[in-house]
């Protein structure tokens, strides 16, 4: 349980603090089971275990968002990376996750100006013209300032949270001893992969955490469209620029979600959606390297109908695999290939087998209720969400990559309908899927293909010999191991350990029935009276023995 695992005396405070938030919010159970209570208590720390009343009556997915949002903005931005996660919780749990927003008081410009400085190398006054104190937003993790370089450029400034390395990391810790704790001991939680979320929150988190990888993301996405004039990406000013100063372009235009504002400038909506799509899909299809959250907050939008995307903290990649993976998807659903299409989401899901009749009947199902239905009325959102039901219910989940893909067409569309009432996301894709499978078809990525293989295949010979010869060293060695892994083996032993239990108690009864009647056959004047009675007991005891072990092994089938 816990308490081999949480043994940091640094990690108490912030223990008791989690333990006693969860229990205010109904979770107490969680608490208990996970043996959070026991540790504190046996360290000194008094648990209060009442619930608070207009609490509980909230639904369960409330209560956990509730819970989050008062457990501090690390755990906010883990809620935020569960909101990713289509795959692994219901539609209810995701809407409440995605309410969560990382909003917190900002710090005095006095408490970040010598780590500033420090950034800069220098003092503010040699650098900028001028910095406004008051930020235009602050979360979490840092906060951002507008200011004037000397050169006249207006620029933003993200700044780092001094000491917020340290909070995450403590969170972090807790959180991957909480997910083992979780995994082991909890069944019900197990379906949730705690330990892989945990390291997946790990992952992000630090790469947000350094503010030259969203520099990184910024700039690579900026050379994907130099030759794109409606599409801006603000520039990256890298001689200011650290792991704890984002120094970028200013960005003066209209906010994404304020369509009064664009209406009035008299910009085109539907222009604005094409654009904004055909921006997304090019990243996802063509460049491999997307904005993994293209929502509202995240867009400008400029005169002549171009777009300004912001925010690159958030940043997928697509494998060219996994890209072609993903189009043999899409073409399985639009060919109504269901067997094609349920051989991928396995292949994805990391599961054993190719072939599952019963999710490929599923998907059948949902491809025939598609089929026929005009374009314009097709949601995407709601066709990703009922396949990914479906792999929820058989206990199937996608990769990081692949549900943070699925979040950002999501997300995408709901701008574009928020644009254009009629924004049609399957015919923006059509252009970029075509492309892409006539690409596979093509005589250069045809020879690309058939290189690769004959280079695999040449390896494989030549490598062949020495892994024979290595082989036949290690059997004549004695130091060959053959590792057998059983599904659900815990179970099976359980079920195992009881067969063997009711065997022995048969055993028992079997030998308690034949002693005590060889000793009833005897006369009464031969042996003791006590021993008579013993005899008797013990045949009674046999009886009822049989009957319970007839009774259990009926009610186990």
Request: charged fraction near 25%; include cysteine.
């Given at each position: 349980?816990?308490?081999n695992t949480?043994?940091?005396?640094r990690?108490?405070?912030?223990?008791y603090?989690?333990?006693?938030?969860l229990?205010?919010?109904?979770f107490?159970?969680?608490?208990?089971?996970l043996?959070?209570?026991?540790?504190l208590?046996?360290?000194?720390k008094?648990l209060?275990?009442?619930?608070?009343?207009?609490?509980?009556r909230?639904e369960?997915?409330?209560?956990?968002?509730?819970?989050?949002?008062?457990?501090?903005?690390g755990?906010?931005?883990?809620?935020?990376?569960l909101?990713?996660?289509?795959?692994?919780?219901?539609p209810?749990?995701?809407?409440?996750f995605?309410?969560?927003q990382?909003?917190?008081?900002?710090?005095p410009?006095?408490?970040?100006?010598?780590?500033l400085?420090?950034?800069?190398?220098?003092?503010v006054d040699?650098?900028f013209?001028?910095?406004?104190?008051?930020?235009?937003?602050a979360?979490?993790?840092?906060?951002?300032?507008?200011?004037?370089?000397?050169?006249?450029?207006?620029?933003?400034?993200k700044?780092?949270?001094?000491?917020?390395?340290?909070?995450?990391?403590?969170?972090?810790r807790?959180l991957?001893?909480?997910?083992?704790?979780?995994?082991?001991?909890?069944?019900?939680?197990r379906?949730?992969?705690?330990?892989?979320?945990?390291?997946e929150?790990a992952?992000?988190i630090h790469?947000e955490?350094d503010?030259?990888n969203e520099c990184?993301?910024?700039?690579?996405?900026?050379?994907?469209?130099?030759?794109?004039?409606?599409i801006v990406?603000?520039?990256v000013?890298?001689?200011?620029?650290?792991?704890?100063l984002?120094?970028q372009q200013f960005i003066d235009?209209i906010a994404?979600s304020?369509?009064?504002?664009?209406?009035?400038?008299?910009l085109?909506?539907?222009k604005?959606a094409?654009?904004?799509?055909?921006?997304?899909?090019?990243?996802?299809?063509?460049?491999?390297?997307?904005h993994?959250?293209?929502h509202?907050g995240?867009?400008?939008?400029?005169?002549?109908?171009?777009?300004a995307?912001?925010?690159?903290?958030?940043?997928?990649r697509?494998s060219?695999?996994r890209?072609?993976?993903?189009?043999?998807?899409?073409?399985?659903?639009?060919?109504?290939d269901?067997?094609?299409?349920?051989k991928i989401?396995?292949?994805?899901?990391g599961?054993t087998?190719?072939?599952?009749?019963?999710?490929?009947?599923?998907i059948?199902?949902?491809?025939?209720?598609?089929?026929?239905?005009?374009?314009?009325?097709?949601?995407?959102?709601?066709?990703?969400n009922e396949?990914?039901?479906?792999l929820?219910?058989?206990?199937?989940?996608?990769?990081?990559?692949?549900?943070?893909?699925?979040?950002?067409f999501i997300s995408l569309?709901?701008?574009?309908?928020q644009l254009?009432?009629?924004?049609?996301?399957?015919?923006?894709?059509?252009?970029?899927?075509?492309?892409?499978?006539?690409n596979?078809?093509?005589p250069?990525?045809v020879?690309?293909?058939?290189?690769?293989?004959?280079?695999d295949g040449?390896?494989?010979?030549?490598?062949l010999?020495?892994?024979?010869?290595?082989?036949?060293?290690t059997?004549?060695?004695g130091?060959?191991?053959?590792?057998?892994k059983?599904?659900?083996a815990?179970?099976?032993?359980?079920?195992?350990?009881k067969v063997?239990?009711?065997?022995?108690?048969g055993?028992?009864?079997?030998?308690?029935?034949?002693?005590?009647?060889?000793?009833?056959?005897?006369?009464?004047?031969?042996?003791?009276?006590?021993?008579s009675?013993?005899?008797?007991l013990?045949?009674?005891g046999?009886v009822?023995?049989?009957?319970y072990?007839?009774?259990?092994?009926w009610?186990?089938?």
């Amino acid at each position: 349980m816990i308490q081999n695992t949480l043994l940091a005396a640094r990690d108490l405070g912030r223990l008791y603090e989690i333990a006693s938030i969860l229990i205010r919010f109904g979770f107490g159970d969680m608490v208990r089971r996970l043996g959070m209570g026991t540790v504190l208590e046996k360290a000194g720390k008094v648990l209060h275990w009442q619930e608070a009343e207009e609490l509980a009556r909230l639904e369960p997915a409330a209560r956990i968002r509730c819970a989050i949002e008062e457990l501090g903005p690390g755990f906010v931005k883990l809620g935020q990376v569960l909101s990713t996660r289509i795959d692994l919780f219901p539609p209810e749990y995701i809407a409440e996750f995605a309410k969560l927003q990382d909003q917190v008081p900002p710090l005095p410009f006095e408490d970040i100006l010598a780590q500033l400085e420090r950034d800069i190398g220098g003092a503010v006054d040699d650098v900028f013209a001028s910095v406004d104190k008051k930020p235009l937003a602050a979360a979490s993790i840092a906060q951002v300032h507008r200011a004037t370089l000397k050169s006249g450029d207006e620029v933003v400034l993200k700044i780092r949270r001094p000491g917020v390395h340290k909070v995450i990391d403590a969170d972090l810790r807790l959180l991957a001893r909480l997910a083992e704790v979780a995994e082991e001991s909890a069944e019900e939680l197990r379906q949730f992969q705690p330990q892989k979320i945990a390291a997946e929150f790990a992952k992000s988190i630090h790469s947000e955490l350094d503010l030259a990888n969203e520099c990184k993301n910024a700039e690579r996405i900026a050379k994907n469209f130099k030759t794109h004039p409606d599409i801006v990406i603000p520039k990256v000013y890298w001689e200011y620029a650290s792991e704890s100063l984002n120094v970028q372009q200013f960005i003066d235009g209209i906010a994404g979600s304020d369509l009064d504002a664009v209406d009035a400038a008299g910009l085109d909506r539907k222009k604005l959606a094409v654009s904004g799509a055909n921006a997304v899909m090019k990243m996802v299809f063509e460049d491999r390297f997307f904005h993994a959250d293209p929502h509202p907050g995240n867009v400008i939008y400029l005169p002549g109908n171009r777009i300004a995307f912001i925010d690159f903290g958030m940043a997928g990649r697509l494998s060219d695999d996994r890209r072609t993976q993903l189009v043999d998807l899409l073409f399985a659903i639009v060919q109504r290939d269901a067997a094609g299409a349920c051989k991928i989401l396995l292949h994805w899901s990391g599961a054993t087998t190719t072939r599952n009749d019963t999710l490929t009947g599923e998907i059948d199902d949902m491809i025939d209720k598609t089929h026929g239905v005009p374009l314009k009325q097709l949601r995407i959102s709601e066709l990703m969400n009922e396949l990914i039901a479906l792999l929820r219910a058989h206990n199937l989940s996608l990769p990081p990559d692949l549900t943070m893909l699925s979040k950002a067409f999501i997300s995408l569309e709901g701008m574009g309908r928020q644009l254009d009432p009629d924004y049609d996301m399957i015919a923006q894709a059509e252009p970029f899927l075509r492309k892409q499978m006539l690409n596979r078809i093509s005589p250069k990525e045809v020879l690309k293909r058939g290189r690769k293989g004959l280079a695999d295949g040449f390896e494989i010979m030549t490598e062949l010999p020495k892994d024979t010869h290595d082989l036949v060293k290690t059997l004549q060695s004695g130091h060959f191991r053959f590792n057998m892994k059983i599904d659900d083996a815990e179970s099976f032993l359980d079920r195992i350990d009881k067969v063997i239990a009711r065997l022995i108690m048969g055993i028992v009864i079997a030998a308690l029935i034949m002693g005590s009647s060889i000793v009833m056959t005897v006369s009464g004047s031969e042996i003791p009276l006590g021993l008579s009675v013993f005899a008797m007991l013990g045949f009674f005891g046999a009886v009822i023995g049989a009957l319970y072990l007839l009774y259990t092994n009926w009610r186990g089938r």
